[in-house]
């Protein structure tokens, strides 16, 4: 389905449009706050746009130095080239510990690749701890935002949830009692996990270490508490030192949650004698990072830290959900990295899901232009679909317009054959295949006498 078929899906639900208009002019205006306290806001998005396009300039350099750092303190190295080939090293992996339940942190990469469905057709359980990844699960739904997944459902729906799939009788809908019958819930899980899944926000190339950062705790669980860790993590997630999160840590929480701090900063290095997990296992997956690095416009979307602001200043989104965007990754940022990473025969429709007012590119913590990229992907889905009546006439338009007699000729024409057309001032219908422009809005005709006329007349 195309993201125009999908949106007018969405837009026809209008529970659903009062959630999202809801949670997203809240984290706009809490995000504006925390944002216009930084006097050097500008210098950071800077900062931080310039380290990751270092990053991508010298990836091969920075993934070789990674990988080394990381088996340097005992950690296994595996690279997958697809979704297949990632979900293949990870089945193997929990299989060889022997069991069939594993405890998962939020990871977009997992998404991306479909782990848990390669998990569950192998006969092992995923168990999803984010409380919003538990009520995408547990409702066998499909995230519809990059930070708040379930951002799409209210209160008294997960309360609905809660209820039915946890068997818990007497909850109401306090988001305080929601997350302990959650918490409950997922106890049990973390304590008898042996395996634990997860994804990570950074990879830092110079010492081998992974950060993961978040807001209710239960990643550290999962990177702590079992005795094995599978971290999965795209190629494109590395920055150079240590030093850099002096960057990146100003500007993701305040971008994605809002907050001058997340609550929980979790950092691991290989493995340690007596100190978390006993077996460290890192799968760095590319699945057509590299072919959108060739693209010397479209590899900024490789910049991306998720912050998720595009989305949350996204007019379009705001109005249809995630869920139009059919991808993993929706808003404006899934418009211009899923056509890259999918292909445009697949999702050539998704750089058409802007206004290209350029929200996202102001929200943007790392500068990403996000609309010049839409526009570089529009005019290869055009090179892509050939000559058709759009482009034909599109073409025809720019003969017109580039000659004044053409020009003066068109006018005098259009002014000639309007008049059964056009009735009070306005005209409300264009015929045939023209009557798509009309069929949501009145055109103005041709004025009487255009300015350069008057202007020779005087
Ligand atoms: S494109 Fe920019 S604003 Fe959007 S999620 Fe990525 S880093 Fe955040």
Same mark, same amino acid.
């Given at each position: #389905?195309?993201? /125009?078929?999908?949106?007018?899906?969405?837009? /026809?639900?209008?529970?659903?449009? $009062?959630?999202?208009?809801?949670?997203?002019?809240?984290?706009?205006?809490?995000?504006?706050?925390?944002?216009?306290?930084?006097?050097?806001?500008?210098?950071?998005?800077?900062?931080?746009?310039?380290?990751?396009?270092?990053?991508?300039? $010298?990836?091969?350099?920075?993934?070789?130095?990674?990988?080394?750092?990381? /088996?340097?303190?005992?950690?296994?190295?595996?690279?997958?080239?697809?979704?297949?080939?990632?979900?293949?090293? %990870?089945?193997?992996?929990?299989?060889?510990? =022997?069991?069939?339940?594993?405890?998962?942190?939020?990871?977009?990469?997992?998404?991306?690749?479909?782990?848990?469905?390669?998990?569950?057709?192998?006969?092992?359980?995923?168990?999803?701890?984010?409380?919003?990844?538990?009520? *995408?699960?547990?409702?066998?739904?499909?995230?519809?935002? %990059?930070?708040?997944?379930?951002?799409?459902?209210?209160?008294?729906?997960?309360?609905?949830?809660?209820?039915?799939?946890?068997?818990?009788?007497?909850?109401?809908?306090?988001?305080?009692?929601?997350?302990?019958?959650?918490?409950?819930?997922?106890?049990?899980?973390?304590?008898?996990?042996?395996?634990?899944?997860?994804?990570?926000?950074?990879?830092?190339?110079?010492?081998?270490?992974?950060?993961?950062?978040?807001?209710?705790?239960?990643?550290?669980?999962? +990177?702590?508490? &079992?005795?094995?860790? *599978?971290?999965?993590? =795209?190629?494109?997630?590395?920055?150079? +030192?240590?030093?850099?999160?002096?960057?990146?840590?100003?500007?993701? &929480?305040?971008?994605?949650?809002?907050?001058?701090?997340?609550?929980?900063?979790?950092?691991?290095?290989? %493995?340690?004698?007596?100190?978390?997990?006993?077996?460290?296992?890192?799968?760095? %997956?590319?699945?057509?990072?590299?072919?959108?690095?060739?693209?010397?416009?479209?590899?900024?979307?490789?910049?991306?830290?998720?912050?998720?602001?595009?989305?949350?200043?996204?007019?379009?989104?705001?109005?249809?959900?995630? $869920?139009?965007?059919?991808?993993?990754?929706?808003?404006?940022?899934?418009?211009?990295? +899923?056509?890259?990473?999918?292909?445009?025969?697949?999702?050539?429709?998704?750089?058409?899901?802007?206004?290209?007012? =350029?929200?996202?590119?102001?929200?943007?913590?790392?500068?990403?232009? *996000?609309?010049?990229?839409?526009?570089?992907?529009?005019?290869?889905?055009?090179?892509?679909?050939?000559?058709?009546?759009?482009?034909?006439? #599109?073409?025809? #338009?720019?003969?017109?317009?580039?000659?004044?007699?053409?020009?003066?000729?068109?006018?005098?024409?259009?002014?000639?054959?309007?008049?059964?057309?056009?009735? $009070?001032?306005?005209?409300?219908?264009? &015929?045939?295949?023209?009557?798509?422009? +009309?069929?949501?809005?009145?055109?103005?005709?041709?004025?009487?006498?255009?300015?350069?006329?008057?202007?020779? /007349?005087?």
């Amino acid at each position: #389905m195309t993201f /125009q078929e999908s949106a007018h899906i969405a837009l /026809q639900d209008t529970q659903l449009r $009062h959630n999202i208009g809801n949670a997203t002019r809240a984290i706009r205006a809490k995000r504006n706050h925390v944002v216009a306290e930084l006097p050097d806001w500008q210098e950071l998005r800077e900062a931080g746009r310039a380290l990751k396009e270092r990053v991508l300039r $010298h990836l091969d350099h920075y993934l070789v130095q990674f990988e080394q750092a990381v /088996q340097g303190n005992g950690g296994h190295v595996h690279w997958a080239r697809d979704a297949a080939e990632a979900n293949r090293v %990870v089945v193997e992996l929990v299989r060889a510990t =022997g069991v069939d339940e594993v405890v998962k942190s939020k990871s977009l990469t997992t998404e991306e690749t479909r782990l848990n469905e390669a998990l569950e057709e192998n006969g092992i359980r995923p168990r999803e701890t984010d409380l919003a990844q538990l009520i *995408i699960q547990l409702g066998r739904d499909k995230p519809s935002h %990059v930070l708040v997944p379930a951002i799409h459902k209210n209160r008294a729906e997960i309360r609905e949830l809660f209820k039915r799939e946890l068997g818990i009788e007497d909850l109401s809908d306090d988001p305080a009692e929601l997350a302990e019958a959650a918490r409950r819930h997922l106890r049990d899980r973390f304590l008898h996990a042996r395996v634990g899944i997860s994804g990570g926000n950074f990879g830092v190339a110079e010492t081998g270490t992974i950060a993961l950062f978040e807001s209710e705790g239960n990643g550290r669980m999962c +990177t702590t508490l &079992p005795d094995t860790l *599978i971290t999965v993590l =795209g190629i494109e997630k590395l920055i150079p +030192t240590w030093q850099d999160f002096e960057v990146y840590l100003q500007l993701l &929480p305040r971008s994605s949650t809002a907050e001058r701090m997340n609550p929980y900063n979790s950092f691991w290095t290989g %493995v340690h004698e007596g100190d978390g997990p006993r077996e460290f296992h890192l799968v760095l %997956v590319d699945n057509g990072r590299t072919n959108v690095l060739a693209d010397e416009i479209g590899r900024q979307a490789l910049n991306c830290i998720r912050c998720s602001a595009c989305m949350n200043f996204c007019p379009v989104y705001e109005r249809t959900g995630g $869920h139009a965007y059919n991808s993993v990754y929706p808003g404006p940022i899934g418009a211009i990295l +899923t056509p890259q990473l999918e292909g445009l025969d697949r999702a050539g429709s998704l750089p058409y899901a802007s206004s290209l007012c =350029g929200a996202c590119y102001d929200a943007c913590p790392v500068k990403i232009d *996000i609309p010049q990229v839409l526009v570089h992907l529009r005019r290869e889905v055009v090179k892509s679909e050939g000559l058709d009546p759009e482009h034909a006439a #599109m073409r025809a #338009m720019a003969n017109v317009f580039s000659s004044r007699r053409r020009y003066e000729l068109a006018q005098r024409l259009a002014r000639a054959g309007q008049w059964p057309l056009a009735r $009070h001032g306005v005209i409300q219908h264009l &015929p045939g295949a023209l009557s798509g422009w +009309t069929a949501t809005r009145d055109m103005l005709p041709v004025p009487k006498q255009s300015f350069r006329d008057w202007w020779r /007349q005087r």
